[in-house]
């Protein structure tokens, strides 16, 4: 129940072509729930995050589609660019009762952008 | 500024060491942590600390120690640690109760020899 399961396991799109990256999670006591983006050698960084009160969030080149009554949601990144090959991990948040955040992470996407 | 920073970048040690891993942050966070992660595999949490009381611990083998000292400063003490051990080390901090968004260092990469 505190899974969260991500596809595909990696992905190679085209310059200026669309990246789709998906998640399900099965408990909802989650209520927030981030993308973060990891280059090889250092720490994951937060790219874009959502609330489930929210269908859809736009930030950029970035977007998330969320469904709650599936538990699921995507990542769309647009007009995709080298420099976006890096490792995507979607996530999924819950406020502790006594403070902080516990956050499950997706398995992750290798994504590979082609020149 | 938005930084996490983690001392060593690297560390080497044998099964009977102990050793320490030092994460600061200077953003006012009151919500720090602890996550560790394999290779190609994503970071899995294990300790959540939250106005310098420690909030969870995800079943952590006491060979692993934390301690927040004040709210900028968050370790982690390793003693006798095993080979199965040897990881990258994240810390990440957070506001707290008002915001999930959590900024993670750059990590320690532990080797056990």
């Known amino acids: 129940q505190q899974q969260v399961k991500q596809s595909p396991q990696s992905l190679i799109v085209q310059k200026g072509g669309i990246s789709i990256i998906n998640c399900a999670y099965e408990n909802t006591a989650f209520d927030y729930f981030p993308w973060y983006q990891q280059f090889p050698g250092k720490g994951p960084a937060l790219l874009i995050a959502?609330?489930?009160?929210?269908s859809e969030k736009k930030e950029g080149r970035f977007t998330i589609s969320f469904n709650k009554s599936a538990k699921q949601f995507s990542l769309h990144i647009m007009d995709s660019q080298p420099g976006d090959s890096a490792t995507y991990f979607c996530?999924?948040?819950?406020?502790?009762?006594?403070?902080?955040?516990?956050?499950?992470f997706g398995a992750g996407t290798r994504l590979f952008v082609k020149a | 500024d938005t930084e996490v920073t983690q001392t060593p970048k690297h560390l080497v040690m044998g099964m009977t060491n102990k050793k320490s891993l030092k994460c600061e942050q200077h953003m006012g966070h009151r919500a720090m942590y602890w996550y560790k992660q394999k290779a190609k595999k994503p970071p899995e949490l294990m300790f959540v600390y939250s106005y310098e009381k420690l909030s969870i611990n995800e079943s952590v083998p006491s060979r692993f120690s934390p301690e927040c000292p004040n709210s900028s400063l968050l370790n982690l003490h390793l003693h006798a640690l095993q080979p199965e051990d040897s990881a990258l080390y994240l810390c990440?901090?957070?506001?707290?109760?008002?915001?999930?968004?959590?900024?993670f260092g750059p990590g320690t990469r532990l080797t056990v020899t």
């Open positions: 990440a901090s957070s506001q707290g109760y008002r915001s999930g968004e959590q900024y």
């Open positions: 959502i609330r489930p009160d929210v």
């Open positions: 996530a999924a948040s819950m406020l502790l009762r006594t403070g902080g955040f516990k956050t499950i």
